[in-house]
């Protein structure tokens, strides 16, 4: 039985990616799998429909065409409510969805019984190691932030010797040591910048110190569910504001990455500890979309503080959407290739991958939306 999948062009503002490349094209259509696609969907990623496994693949000219067909519907966004509707009862749809965000739209897919999987709910565990599309994206996230923050910055990264004499290696402070933040180490380090990195979490400090950075103790351990971290009290951000703040006053680059799944960003930088920074300091604050860690931040705008330099980018992937949707597209194979056999879709919704996974299945919310 032949699975139809089918992918439009992105409606978010500034949206680059595509959530199926040629690569994976290829490697579905083993699986007795045939395309459903928007004309110019890869476009922006860099490809062609011309690309495409043309046997397999269908192109039309408006994505209500391929939607009105599809029994699965892969995704870089969340879907419109306008495409939840134009979508066939009992089709699945798989993408980052933001579920703590969009309650609506989870009823609204639930009642049209439409099944959803939420990628960035996809457990961390070995086994969905290739399936997190959460870790692959902000990989390219705390890349990107350290090139953006390079881009900015008044002074070399390295340290330079010079027949007019020595130039001293910026100072980068890397707050949270998640994906993001160990990429953004990592890319700092290679950039010749010293690097200093903070996480909440104890477990990190030694993947900080394996790629050359220093770890910034500030005696708060905040182990959370998951992976991620819990909240912190209102004396433990006191004492954690302390400690960042000094260090801060003496860095040239800060990025941020601290996030609260379901929770807004927590806030770490207040305008007092940016008016103690040095001018021509750049802050990077990948908390941006969900509030941002600094107090001064404007989503996607650039503020000039006193010659401090804050940026709050919302979606850097998009920056990079070849590699980028390379990443995601793999990510969403190994996750659905499992389900597909010969007789069509068949999703084991008990299995752990797909039941943390799952948001909707069959008119019920399988969704926690209290967190």
Same mark, same amino acid.
């Given at each position: 039985? %032949? *699975? ?7 409606? &978010? ?5 595509? #959530? ?6 290829? +490697? ?38 391929? @939607? +009105? ?21 009992? #089709? ?39 399936? $997190? ?21 008044? +002074? ?18 890397? *707050?949270?040591?998640? /994906? ?14 010293? /690097? ?10 030694? &993947?900080?110190?394996? @790629?050359?950075?220093?770890? @910034?103790?500030?005696?708060? %351990? ?18 954690? +504001? ?54 001064? %931040? ?12 804050? @940026? ?6 998009? %920056? ?27 999703? $084991? ?19 926690? &939306?209290?967190?």
């Amino acid at each position: 039985m %032949t *699975i139809k999948i089918a992918v439009v062009n992105e409606s &978010q503002d500034q949206e680059t990616r595509v #959530a199926l490349v040629p690569e994976i094209c290829n +490697k579905l259509s083993s699986k007795d799998v045939s395309f459903l696609i928007e004309k110019n969907a890869g476009a922006a990623s860099g490809f062609l429909d011309s690309d495409y496994p043309e046997d397999h693949c269908v192109f039309v000219d408006n994505g209500d065409q391929a @939607l +009105k067909q599809a029994d699965v519907f892969f995704k870089v966004n969340e879907p419109s409510l306008d495409e939840v509707d134009s979508l066939k009862k009992g #089709a699945l749809i798989v993408s980052f969805m933001a579920p703590y965000q969009n309650k609506n739209l989870i009823e609204k897919m639930a009642s049209s019984l439409i099944n959803a999987f939420s990628v960035e709910m996809i457990p961390r565990i070995s086994r969905a190691q290739s399936m $997190d599309a959460l870790s692959s994206q902000a990989s390219i996230a705390g890349y990107k932030a350290v090139i953006l923050a390079a881009n900015h910055a008044n +002074k070399f990264f390295p340290m330079l010797t010079t027949a007019a004499g020595t130039v001293r290696p910026a100072q980068t402070l890397i *707050i949270g040591a998640g /994906v993001a933040g160990l990429q953004a180490i990592a890319t700092a380090k290679r950039l010749g910048s010293r /690097v200093i990195a903070f996480d909440v979490r104890s477990s990190t400090k030694e &993947q900080i110190e394996s @790629l050359g950075a220093q770890f @910034l103790d500030t005696g708060i %351990t905040a182990e959370g569910d998951g992976g991620y971290a819990r909240e912190l009290t209102a004396e433990e951000l006191v004492t954690q +504001k302390e400690v960042l703040s000094k260090t801060m006053a003496q860095s040239d680059i800060v990025i941020t990455t601290a996030a609260v799944p379901g929770k807004a960003a927590p806030k770490l930088i207040d305008k007092s500890t940016v008016e103690s920074m040095i001018p021509g300091s750049v802050i990077i604050d990948l908390g941006a979309i969900s509030g941002g860690n600094c107090e001064l %931040t404007d989503p996607d705008n650039e503020v000039d503080h006193g010659g401090v330099l804050i @940026l709050g980018p919302t979606n850097l992937p998009s %920056t990079m959407p070849k590699h980028a949707s390379e990443l995601y597209s793999r990510n969403l194979f190994n996750f659905l290739s499992p389900a597909i056999t010969e007789d069509g879709l068949n999703i $084991d919704w008990n299995d752990e991958v797909f039941k943390g996974a799952g948001l909707t299945r069959d008119g019920e919310v399988l969704f926690n &939306q209290e967190g």
